[in-house]
Nanobody
Framework: QVQLVESGGGSVQAGGSLRLSCEASGFTVRSYCMGWFRQASGEAREGVASITSDGTTSYADSVKGRFTISQDDAKNTLILQMNSLEPEDTAMYYC????????????????WGQGAQVTVSP
C-alpha cells in the first residue's frame, strides 16, 4: 500500500525554524521525483522544493536560501528543513511523489501526503 505521511508541522514565530518529514511506504523515495508543495488559505497550491531521483534539487524563488530539501534513504523519508521562517510561509504543506525535471517542473504527481500545517506568527 502506497502512503506518504507527513510530520513536523506546527507554529513558530518569524525567524524560527521547523523541520517537516514525509515517510514513504510502498515504494522507495529514490524511485520518483519527490517534493513539497504548499497551499495557503484561499490560494492555489504551489511548488516549494523538489529533488529528483539522482539528487538534483530545485526551489521556488521565495524559499531559496532558507529551505533545504533532502532524503534519508535509510528511513525512506523526505525532509524539508525550513529556516528564517516568515509569516508568508504560513500554509498547509504537502509531500508529493511523481515525475519532474531538474528545474522542478512537475509533469505528474502520483501520490500526495495528507498535509502538515505550518503557521508563522509575526
Amino acid at each position: 500500500q502506497v502512503q506518504l505521511v507527513e510530520s513536523g508541522g506546527g507554529s513558530v514565530q518569524a525567524g524560527g525554524s521547523l523541520r517537516l518529514s514525509c515517510e514513504a511506504s510502498g515504494f522507495t523515495v529514490r524511485s520518483y521525483c519527490m517534493g513539497w508543495f504548499r497551499q495557503a488559505s484561499g490560494e492555489a497550491r504551489e511548488g516549494v522544493a523538489s529533488i529528483t531521483s539522482d539528487g538534483t534539487t530545485s526551489y521556488a524563488d521565495s524559499v531559496k536560501g532558507r529551505f533545504t530539501i533532502s532524503q534519508d534513504d535509510a528511513k525512506n523519508t523526505l525532509i524539508l528543513q525550513m529556516n528564517s521562517l516568515e509569516p508568508e510561509d504560513t500554509a498547509m504543506y504537502y509531500c508529493a511523489a511523481g515525475l519532474c525535471d531538474d528545474a522542478g517542473v512537475w509533469s505528474v504527481v502520483k501520490y500526495w501526503g495528507q498535509g502538515a500545517q505550518v503557521t508563522v506568527s509575526p
